[in-house]
C-alpha cells in the first residue's frame, strides 16, 4: 500500500475540512495511506526517513489513524475524523458538538443510526458533527447528521460496539 506524506498545502486542506468543527492547526505530520485514510505521526523521524523505511519494508501506516479525506458515494469530497483523532485534538473541537440523550447513547454504542427528538432537529445543520455522551463527558465517535435533518448517522467501528444482551 503507497503512504504519500501531505505537503503544506494537503494539509491546509484537510484542515480546512475541519474547520468547521473547530479545527485550526495540526502540529503533527500528516501521513495519506492508501486512497483516503489519514494518519497523524508526532516520531523523530524525518519525512526522508519514512519514505526510505517504506521503500525497504512496504509498511502500512505511521502513525496514529486520525481521519478520512475521500470522495462520497454523491462525489462530494468530505473529510472527517476518526474517534483518535477527535481525542487526539479534542481541545481544539468547539463546533458542531451534538450531545446524546442516554437513550440514544444506548442506541449509538450498539451501531444503530439515531432518530433525532423535536428538541435536536435543526439544532445542527447537515454533515458531520463531534458526538458527546450523555455526561457530556467525554466524545464518543463521529456522526452526520442526514439531509432529513432527522436522522443521525453513525460511523462506530463495529470493533467499539456492543452487543445487545438477550434476556
Same mark, same amino acid.
Given at each position: 500500500m503507497k503512504i504519500q506524506i501531505m505537503d503544506r498545502a494537503k494539509k491546509k486542506k484537510f484542515i480546512a475540512g475541519l474547520s468547521d468543527?473547530?479545527?485550526?492547526k495540526i502540529p503533527e505530520l +500528516?501521513?495519506?495511506?492508501?486512497k483516503e485514510r489519514v494518519r497523524a505521526y508526532s516520531g523523530d523521524l524525518s519525512t526522508e526517513q519514512i519514505?526510505?523505511?517504506?521503500?525497504?519494508l512496504p509498511i502500512e501506516g505511521v502513525g496514529l489513524y486520525v481521519g478520512?479525506?475521500?470522495?462520497?458515494r454523491n462525489g462530494v469530497h468530505e473529510i472527517r475524523l476518526s474517534l483518535d483523532g477527535m481525542h487526539t485534538w479534542r481541545e481544539? +473541537?468547539?463546533?458542531?458538538?451534538?450531545? +446524546?440523550?442516554?437513550?440514544?447513547?444506548?442506541?449509538?454504542f450498539l451501531g444503530k443510526n439515531i432518530e433525532l427528538d423535536d428538541e435536536q432537529v435543526g439544532k445542527i445543520s447537515t454533515g458531520f458533527v463531534s458526538i458527546k455522551s450523555a455526561d457530556e463527558k467525554d466524545f464518543?465517535?463521529?456522526g452526520k447528521i442526514?439531509?432529513?435533518?432527522?436522522?443521525?448517522?453513525?460511523f462506530l467501528p463495529k470493533e467499539r460496539r456492543r452487543k445487545e444482551r438477550m434476556g
Open positions: 468543527l473547530g479545527m485550526k +500528516l501521513i495519506k495511506s492508501g519514505m526510505e523505511i517504506w521503500r525497504l478520512k479525506d475521500m470522495i462520497n481544539q +473541537l468547539s463546533e458542531r458538538i451534538f450531545i +446524546l440523550s442516554e437513550e440514544q447513547e444506548k442506541n449509538w464518543v465517535g463521529v442526514g439531509n432529513d435533518k432527522k436522522t443521525l448517522f453513525g
